[in-house]
């Protein structure tokens, strides 16, 4: 049977998982034989003017206590609430955690019953990001909203975020202009005579062009064939 042909959707705001998040996720499903979750923490970027919210934001993984196997990874709920006391108690608004990533081990990435129960379990009454992932490197983000209905997609276009490092452009600005020498001869687009383009035609196959390919190669230097002066009899 054919897979599935993926197409994302884009939703008009970027969600975004930093890099150092998702390489500890990265790494947890490679130390896992099976499945393996972790919850993660979620920024609201807001347009200053309008305040919608123009990207979602995963910024740091957690795991917790849990008992895996091959198809399933069953969160302590003990150790949610601990983690939560830790987070308040750090200053971390605990509205925040809205990510549920979990691996499939080597199964793929898709959503299966048991992860739609566990989303539904961990609704908090507005919306959770959720993102799957497998030992292949296989990813699907999900968005879901509770409110006023549940409505979800299974999958949305997201993308690693890479945070600036402070200074590295400046630097790589002087580098490139202290070690790069660049050269380039500008191409003169000039108007052909027709007795001009008669000669070149001549030469085309020796410069392995065809005639019937002539009007594709003026194209090709920027020059419109109906522009070529009406032929003048010899």
Not at 79 to 90: C, D, F, G, P, V
Not at 117 to 126: D, F, K, Q, R, S
Not at 214 to 225: A, M, T
């Given at each position: 049977m054919n897979s599935k042909q993926r197409d994302p959707v884009d939703l008009g705001m970027k969600i975004q998982v930093d890099a150092t998040a998702m390489q500890?996720?990265?790494?947890?499903?490679?130390l896992a034989q099976g499945e393996v979750s972790a919850l993660g923490l979620v920024d609201e970027i807001r347009n200053e003017d309008t305040g919608a919210i123009v990207?979602?934001?995963?910024?740091d993984f957690f795991l917790v206590k849990q008992t895996c196997s091959e198809a399933d990874t069953d969160l302590d709920p003990e150790?949610?609430?601990?983690?939560?006391?830790?987070?308040?108690?750090?200053g971390i608004d605990t509205s925040r955690l809205r990510c549920w990533a979990h691996s499939h081990g080597s199964m793929g990435a898709f959503w299966s019953g048991t992860d739609?129960?566990?989303?539904?379990?961990?609704?908090?009454?507005?919306?959770?990001l959720s993102l799957v992932v497998d030992k292949k490197r296989e990813t699907m983000m999900r968005l879901d909203q509770f409110h006023p209905v549940h409505l979800y997609l299974e999958d949305v276009v997201w993308e690693v975020s890479y945070p600036a490092v402070?200074?590295?452009e400046e630097q790589c600005r002087k580098e490139f202009k202290a070690k790069v020498t660049e050269g380039y001869q500008a191409i003169k687009l000039t108007k052909l005579s027709t007795t001009e383009e008669l000669h070149r035609q001549e030469q085309l196959?020796?410069?392995?062009?065809m005639p019937d390919d002539?009007?594709?190669?003026?194209?090709?230097?920027?020059?419109?064939?109906d522009d070529l002066e009406e032929h003048q009899p010899f």
């Open positions: 500890k996720l990265w790494l947890w499903t490679g990207t979602l934001k995963v910024t150790a949610i609430a601990q983690l939560m006391i830790e987070l308040e108690a750090s739609n129960e566990t989303i539904v379990g961990l609704a908090n009454g507005e919306w959770l402070e200074g590295l196959p020796q410069l392995g062009i002539l009007d594709e190669d003026l194209w090709w230097q920027g020059v419109d064939p």
